[in-house]
């Protein structure tokens, strides 16, 4: 089953400050491509259950907080916070 991924609006939005701030812009961009690409996929396995409702998954310099409803398969992004660079 494939699921289909929504970012709120306010997370876009801190996205694109990340986005902006970084000097690897590169690096955020595939970040975030590849944990939509991971979430779609297979919620479920792309992360750790962090509580009973809150899923995270860390792929390159983001990190993502997430929330998974298997009835109409979505996942709704709901935080994310820049990595700091190795």
Same mark, same amino acid.
């Given at each position: 089953m494939r699921f289909t991924v929504t970012w709120l609006p306010s997370i876009e939005r801190r996205l694109t400050?990340?986005?902006?701030?970084?000097?690897?812009? *590169? #690096?955020?961009?595939? *970040? #975030?491509?590849e944990i939509d690409r991971q979430l779609r996929r297979d919620p479920h396995q792309a992360g750790l259950k962090f509580d009973d409702e809150i899923w995270q998954v860390v792929f390159g310099r983001l990190a993502v907080l997430y929330s998974i409803s298997d009835d109409d398969a979505q996942v709704k992004v709901i935080d994310v916070d820049e990595m700091p660079e190795a």
């Open positions: 400050e990340i986005w902006l701030g970084s000097s690897d812009r *590169a #690096a955020i961009t595939k *970040a #975030a491509d």
